[in-house]
């Protein structure tokens, strides 16, 4: 091995440029990738692809007319002026048609002429029999008065007349009398702000740019060809909705990676450099891990394809991982330099770092890998791309790091740190090495007592299911400046209402299944406890139409022969029966079907292709969060999967199910996870070190910064309260629950570098490798700390939290690898020495 690195050491600083030359055209082409990658930021993004939950959702997306809208808004001066202004503007938009409109909703006056006509079949049953009932004794009165059959105190029913007919059927529909007071014209239009509204519903997805941008574009040519202002100049035009405020927050995600990204590199960057002190030396490692990172964005677009609202933040990740194969190669390189030169000191950091490097990032690939082994996408592409990273990052540091420093060398001398800078570097080690000298038995019996400690409260921790189940904390926290999208989604709000925001559609194949899946959701419901009710009600097609109708019908055909007799024989006023002609029901009146029902009243029931009936909404319980994950969890629990009388099976899915699964999909995958991070990094530990003892050493340290991450995590955000200390831990989520299996693998990175030169040096002089050695580690766990702190810039709560729960694991990683194992070690050779000295 020795040979291999020799020749290529020779041939890295014997021949920089052809080495760098090939650095850029493998450089250049793999940035040409991973400007490809793309950013998905749906959450059933994280789930399998093959998770059923996922492909049920995905085919009922299909069918839906709409799944998005987009609101037009037009705000004025005139009332009048807006209702023909939308009346011109609604057959432009719906001219438009599919892919990108599903239909168009200006108001409700096609559902208020419906229910006028059929006002009678909607009425109730019993005050349709109230009223057959009192115009069957009102005839019979007059019948009786005009033959002189009537007892002397026979009281009179009310009489026949328009007046009274109608304040019955009036009073009796007051629901249909609300909705026309809201909307007296039928439209869309707040009177009073002058405000007029026009939605479009479309089938686009929210995030889909492009298509978003194309019915935008269109949607404004509309109203360009309507011209506003020939109806009013004072006219102003917006456009809002779900859409649109959907697409600003995907703006603000994509700009949330960048910012994340670009402080998080600073950062980095700006720790490696008051380590150095040297601009070249920053240059050098800085230009080796963008090499390592391009390459690994560029083998993600290969393996995955895009990214997602997980892996959209490894960029300062990596970096911050990357970065420690350079400064450990960089930290050995200056040391070698004061004694010799550029050439023999390339190869003695080859020779030196090579295997403690990578083995260190073997063990984090292994972390990273652990999550590859999941079912859970969201673990699979962190674990696929994070794990690259990591050996893409150790190939360049040691295939391009040793060319760029012989460039630097032919441009003038790099000379090892000394003076003041050099007693600067110092100082990361030198307080380590001083309590491993004074202190060590001390340090490392206080260690393990506090390791013990924290086992206990993270068996605790876990024990107690440590998972966030409330969604609102694992959302994002947009902070944009109020725009006029979202200015005009309050008044749209108000105008409209929220449309459709929390009820959850099923899809079943023929339209007999509809009545026998509502039976059996409604028989899961009420054999529920009234504490664990699933849901509040299940919504149809059917529930539609009015009930009872062939009764209706008989009562109403029934009735109206009576009033008609009634005007034969004189018993009604002539002004009476005027009135009345135009509130009596058609003769040929007959049962509505679904077909009779117009598109305002009947849209949300009907799919992309026209098809009426099929689509069933689930309506959550009232007084129960959707935001609350276990709920979520008994809600899809109910309707995943319903077994029909006939034998056929239906499948519900929504983001109810996707979210529900991601629950599962931790709880399932983190032991796994777990696991084989731990086994992985066990094996690779040992054949770093061929089985020698020094690998339990390194695994027990490994071991105590676990036990102190979790001992930590469980009393994250305890406080003082009236009752003493409450003990409240940081919740695990499915984007934080990574930072454990990582812990594992790159916690390991630092007590293997500590292992490697101490085992180097011949087991002696420790104070020497906790300043030299310990100081690159100590740097290397700064940069990754920090990668992990630019996360909580994030406005997501989720990531947010991992890094909070990443940074804890390193710092507690890195205090066993510098403190406590060298402590362990420095009391363990005194101990053997007193032992010898004792014999």
């Known amino acids: 091995m020795a040979w291999a690195l020799r020749r290529l050491s020779d041939v890295q600083t014997g021949h920089p440029w052809s080495v760098l030359c090939l650095a850029l055209v493998s450089t250049l082409f793999a940035g040409a990738l991973a400007a490809r990658l793309t950013l998905r930021t749906s959450l059933g993004e994280l789930l399998p692809e093959n998770k059923e939950s996922v492909i049920v959702a995905a085919r009922v997306a299909e069918r839906l007319p709409a799944v998005s809208n987009l609101a037009v808004v037009a705000e004025g001066s005139d009332n009048r002026a807006l209702q023909r202004f939308v009346d011109a503007l609604a057959p432009e938009l719906r001219a438009i048609g599919p892919p990108l409109v599903g239909r168009v909703d200006d108001g409700v006056r096609e559902a208020h002429a419906f229910f006028d006509q059929n006002r009678f079949l909607y009425a109730p049953l019993d005050l349709i029999r109230e009223i057959h009932d009192e115009i069957e004794a009102r005839y019979d009165y007059e019948v009786g008065r005009r033959a002189d059959l009537l007892l002397d105190d026979d009281q009179p029913p009310p009489p026949l007349t328009e007046q009274s007919i109608r304040e019955r059927l009036q009073k009796r529909t007051q629901q249909e009398r609300d909705q026309k007071a809201r909307y007296p014209d039928g439209y869309f239009l707040d009177p009073e702000t002058h405000t007029a509204v026009v939605l479009v519903r479309t089938p686009i997805g929210i995030g889909d740019v492009e298509r978003t941008q194309a019915l935008l574009a269109r949607v404004r040519e509309a109203v360009a060809r309507v011209g506003p202002e020939r109806f009013d100049r004072s006219m102003r035009i917006g456009f809002t909705g779900n859409l649109i405020t959907g697409a600003e927050e995907y703006a603000q995600v994509k700009g949330d990676l960048a910012h994340v990204g670009f402080w998080g590199v600073v950062l980095i960057l700006g720790v490696v450099f008051l380590f150095y002190l040297r601009l070249r030396t920053l240059v050098a490692m800085t230009l080796t891990v963008g090499v390592g990172v391009l390459w690994t964005f560029g083998l993600a677009y290969l393996l995955v394809g895009h990214l997602n609202t997980s892996t959209g933040f490894l960029v300062s990740i990596v970096v911050g991982n990357g970065i420690n194969f350079s400064i450990i190669y960089m930290a050995r390189y200056l040391e070698a330099r004061r004694a010799l030169a550029p050439a023999q000191s390339a190869f003695l950091a080859h020779r030196e770092t090579w295997l403690g490097t990578l083995a260190a990032s073997s063990a984090a690939t292994a972390a990273y890998g652990s999550l590859a082994v999941t079912d859970f996408r969201g673990f699979k592409h962190f674990g696929i791309i994070g794990g690259t990273g990591m050996l893409l990052c150790w190939l360049a540091t040691y295939l391009f790091l040793p060319a760029i420093l012989a460039i630097a060398e032919r441009v003038r001398a790099i000379k090892p740190p000394a003076g003041v800078v050099g007693g600067l570097r ?414």
């Not at 406080?719 to 409240?728: M, Q, R």
Request: net charge positive.
């Open 426 to 839: 110092g100082l990361y080690g030198r307080p380590f090495a001083w309590l491993s000298g004074r202190a060590p038995r001390l340090v490392t019996g206080a260690a393990l007592a506090l390791a013990l400690g924290a086992a206990v409260l993270g068996y605790r921790y876990i024990a107690a299911d440590p998972l966030e189940y409330n969604m609102k904390n694992i959302r994002n926290e947009p902070k944009l400046a109020p725009s006029e999208a979202r200015r005009l989604s309050v008044l749209v709000d108000d105008i409209v209402g929220r449309q459709g925001q929390d009820g959850l559609a099923i899809v079943v194949e023929r339209l007999e299944q509809v009545p026998a899946l509502k039976q059996e959701l409604d028989r899961r419901k009420d054999a529920a406890p009234a504490e664990l009710k699933p849901f509040e009600e299940v919504v149809t097609v059917y529930s539609l139409l009015p009930r009872d109708q062939e009764k209706k019908i008989a009562l109403i055909q029934a009735a109206r022969a009576k009033i008609e007799q009634a005007h034969d024989k004189g018993a009604m006023a002539p002004a009476d029966w005027e009135k009345l002609r135009q509130y009596l029901p058609p003769k040929d009146l007959r049962p509505i079907g679904i077909e009779d029902l117009p598109e305002q009243v009947v849209g949300s029931f009907v799919e992309r292709d026209g098809t009426r009936g099929r689509l069933v909404y689930i309506v959550p319980t009232r007084g129960r969060s959707v935001w609350d994950g276990k709920y979520l969890m008994l809600w899809a629990d109910t309707f995943r999967t319903t077994a029909l009388p006939d034998g056929s099976v239906v499948k519900g899915s929504g983001h109810s199910v996707v979210y529900a699964d991601m629950f599962l999909a931790v709880i399932e995958d983190a032991p796994r996870a777990m696991a084989v991070s731990l086994l992985a990094t066990l094996l690779i530990v040992l054949l770093a070190f061929r089985g020698r003892a020094s690998a339990l050493w390194v695994v027990g340290s490994v071991l105590m910064g676990l036990c102190w991450m979790l001992g930590v995590l469980a009393v994250w955000k305890s406080h003082l309260g009236p009752a003493g200390i409450e003990v409240e831990p940081l919740r695990l989520n499915f984007l934080n629950f990574v930072a454990l299996p990582i812990t594992i693998g790159v916690g390991a990175d630092y007590a293997v570098n500590i292992m490697q030169r101490y085992r180097l040096a011949g087991g002696g002089d420790i104070r020497r490798v906790v300043v030299e050695t310990g100081g690159a580690v100590i740097l290397c766990s700064l940069t990754t700390i920090l990668g992990y702190l630019a996360l909580t810039l994030s406005i997501n709560q989720a990531i947010h939290s991992f890094g909070i729960a990443a940074a804890t694991g390193e710092i507690c990683c890195l205090c066993a690898a510098v403190l406590v194992l060298p402590c362990a070690l420095v009391w363990r050779a005194r101990r053997r020495t007193a032992a010898r000295g004792g014999t």
